[in-house]
């Protein structure tokens, strides 16, 4: 699970089967990997345009879904850059593996999860 903070910390917890969660190491700053332009793409594809994907957005909305997974790839390497958080994720993938596949959470508010692997 990665929990980011009002104030821009995150932390990255394991949550496995049957435990309570644990957090790895201590939070750290984050340096957002995506700029202005692409948040806000980023905003309006998941809030706008999943809603209505037809009409005045048919070319712009295939167009920031073909940017999700290089936009994944660049948050991924920014929350597991740190020993820690990378070697919690590496042990979690290694037991998917024998029972299946793994879920990793993302917690952006409070109340708010995402799964993002």
């Known amino acids: ?26 939070p750290v700053e984050l340096a957002w990997p995506l700029t202005g332009d692409e948040l806000e793409d980023l905003r309006w ?16 909305g295939p167009q920031v879904a073909g940017r999700l997974a290089e936009w994944g790839q660049r948050m991924f ?3 597991f850059s740190g020993t820690e958080a990378r070697d919690a994720y590496v042990a979690l993938r290694t037991r998917a593996v024998g029972v299946g596949a793994g879920v990793l959470t993302a917690r952006l508010g409070e109340d708010d999860r995402v799964n993002v692997a």
């Open 77 to 79: 390497s920014v929350l």
């Open 45 to 60: 594809y998941l809030e706008d345009y999943l809603r209505a994907p037809f009409g005045v957005y048919e070319q712009r």
């Open 1 to 26: 699970m990665v929990d980011v903070t009002v104030d821009g910390l995150v932390s990255v917890w394991t949550w496995l089967d049957g435990e309570l969660p644990s957090v790895v190491g201590e």
